[in-house]
């Protein structure tokens, strides 16, 4: 699918309007195909496994139901919205349409909500602390954007649901299929159905301080790493028994920079992180141990290798050591598998060609190996 931006670049886009402002694109999609329908949304909004939500407003009355759905009918026609999560980890189609954006880094992905609204329906006027591309699907819908506004009062009409007061639009259109929305973090937004209508939001994620130390805090736990004590050897008779001097207080500053203080470590941590799924993966664990004889054997026979919807992967070539990063793990790679792990990590598809020139090396067999018994990669 090919984005039409006008006579914007991604360059340009991401001078001008990324994290800045929001964008309406209109037909930014040509001849724009739902790669889902909303019955099948409905239907993946039965799992249990699935994240979603019915937010309803009638009379002004709103409300916010949970999945796992057994039944729309209390619903009605009108004035709700379901919103399921993740919706790319399960559908091919919805996946594709984040392949238009990777003018950012994937790791920056995090993944495609879609939403089916009835006429009516939406979530209410509110800010989302990530930016967010909206693709309208089938229907049409009145999306209202405006501007940051410390003066906007916060609102929780529901206890699961926070809103925003009415706000000044610097955006108000109605969108069609294949018309493109860019909100960026903090922008109050308000979309209502018209008709029956789809919504694709390819969302990003932006960790926090916060998430992030306390991730590499855990990874420090789960590693074993940085376990001994403070030391203080050298320590003098203090006359201040009742204060934190500054020589502890430096000390103890040096004990917390030590862990910073370690870029292998750090981009280790950020490699595990960054490719962690936050939804259910539909990973596909071979029944049997497979060994790289039996996975040629399969390649020989047409089938192709792909990796599970929605995986996260990355290579990370400033380490001593390049690494691939998939689903929060690390496979340490040598430099005749940098080829085969930028293949996996692109995600192409790798069938019995591509295999052809990995064979005279075990460390590319064994990668490719782990990776399928991992159930991060599998045949279709
Ligand atoms: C949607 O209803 O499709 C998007 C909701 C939002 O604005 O975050
Ligand atoms: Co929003």
């Given at each position: 699918?090919?984005?039409?931006l006008?006579?914007l670049?991604?360059?340009l886009f991401?001078e001008?309007?990324?994290?800045?402002?929001p964008?309406?694109?209109?037909a930014a999609f040509?001849d724009?195909?739902?790669?889902?329908?909303?019955?099948?949304?409905?239907?993946?909004?039965?799992?249990d496994?699935?994240e979603?939500?019915i937010?309803s407003?009638?009379n002004s009355?709103?409300?916010v139901k949970?999945?796992?759905f057994?039944d729309?009918?209390?619903?009605?026609?009108?004035n709700?919205?379901?919103l399921v999560?993740a919706?790319n980890?399960?559908?091919e189609g919805?996946?594709a349409?984040?392949?238009?954006?990777?003018?950012?880094?994937?790791?920056?992905i995090?993944d495609?909500?879609v939403s089916f609204?009835?006429?009516g329906?939406?979530?209410?006027?509110?800010?989302d602390?990530y930016?967010?591309?909206i693709?309208?699907?089938?229907?049409?819908r009145?999306?209202?954007?405006g501007?940051p506004?410390q003066?906007?009062?916060?609102?929780?009409p529901h206890?699961d649901l926070?809103?925003?007061?009415?706000?000044?639009?610097i955006?108000?259109?109605?969108?069609e299929?294949?018309?493109?929305?860019?909100?960026?973090?903090?922008h109050?937004?308000?979309?209502?159905a018209i008709?029956?209508s789809?919504?694709y939001s390819?969302?990003f994620?932006?960790?926090?301080?916060?998430e992030?130390?306390?991730?590499?805090?855990d990874?420090?736990?789960?590693?074993?790493?940085?376990?001994q004590r403070?030391?203080d050897s050298?320590?003098?008779?203090?006359?201040k028994?009742?204060?934190?001097?500054?020589?502890?207080?430096?000390l103890l500053?040096?004990?917390?920079n030590s862990?910073?203080n370690?870029?292998?470590l750090?981009?280790d941590?950020l490699?595990?992180q960054l490719?962690q799924v936050?939804?259910?993966?539909n990973?596909l664990?071979p029944?049997?141990?497979?060994d790289?004889?039996?996975?040629?054997?399969?390649?020989?026979?047409?089938e192709?290798?792909?990796?599970?919807?929605?995986?996260k992967?990355l290579?990370?070539t400033?380490l001593?050591?390049?690494?691939?990063?998939?689903?929060?793990?690390s496979?340490?790679?040598s430099?005749h598998?940098?080829?085969?792990?930028?293949?996996?990590?692109q995600k192409?598809?790798?069938?019995y060609?591509?295999?052809?020139?990995y064979?005279?090396?075990?460390?590319?067999?064994?990668?490719?190996a782990?990776v399928i018994n991992k159930?991060?990669w599998?045949?279709?």
């Amino acid at each position: 699918m090919k984005i039409h931006l006008n006579d914007l670049t991604p360059e340009l886009f991401l001078e001008k309007y990324w994290q800045k402002q929001p964008l309406i694109i209109k037909a930014a999609f040509a001849d724009f195909v739902d790669p889902i329908e909303a019955d099948e949304l409905a239907g993946l909004a039965m799992e249990d496994f699935i994240e979603s939500r019915i937010v309803s407003n009638n009379n002004s009355q709103w409300d916010v139901k949970h999945g796992p759905f057994t039944d729309y009918s209390e619903f009605g026609e009108n004035n709700w919205t379901l919103l399921v999560q993740a919706v790319n980890n399960w559908f091919e189609g919805v996946d594709a349409l984040i392949t238009p954006f990777q003018f950012i880094p994937n790791w920056r992905i995090d993944d495609v909500m879609v939403s089916f609204s009835t006429p009516g329906g939406g979530v209410g006027p509110h800010l989302d602390q990530y930016d967010v591309f909206i693709i309208q699907g089938q229907g049409k819908r009145h999306w209202r954007v405006g501007k940051p506004d410390q003066a906007l009062e916060q609102l929780l009409p529901h206890e699961d649901l926070k809103q925003v007061s009415d706000f000044q639009a610097i955006i108000d259109v109605i969108t069609e299929p294949g018309d493109l929305l860019y909100i960026p973090p903090n922008h109050p937004h308000d979309g209502i159905a018209i008709d029956n209508s789809l919504n694709y939001s390819i969302g990003f994620q932006a960790p926090n301080p916060q998430e992030l130390i306390s991730g590499f805090a855990d990874y420090l736990l789960d590693n074993q790493l940085f376990e001994q004590r403070f030391n203080d050897s050298a320590r003098r008779v203090t006359k201040k028994p009742h204060t934190l001097e500054s020589h502890d207080i430096a000390l103890l500053t040096e004990v917390m920079n030590s862990c910073f203080n370690q870029p292998e470590l750090l981009v280790d941590f950020l490699g595990k992180q960054l490719t962690q799924v936050h939804h259910t993966l539909n990973l596909l664990i071979p029944t049997q141990e497979l060994d790289f004889q039996t996975i040629e054997q399969i390649l020989a026979e047409g089938e192709v290798l792909s990796p599970v919807l929605g995986l996260k992967c990355l290579v990370v070539t400033d380490l001593s050591h390049p690494t691939l990063y998939a689903n929060g793990e690390s496979f340490e790679i040598s430099q005749h598998c940098l080829e085969l792990a930028n293949t996996l990590a692109q995600k192409v598809p790798i069938d019995y060609a591509i295999i052809e020139s990995y064979r005279q090396c075990l460390k590319c067999q064994q990668l490719l190996a782990k990776v399928i018994n991992k159930g991060l990669w599998t045949f279709e």
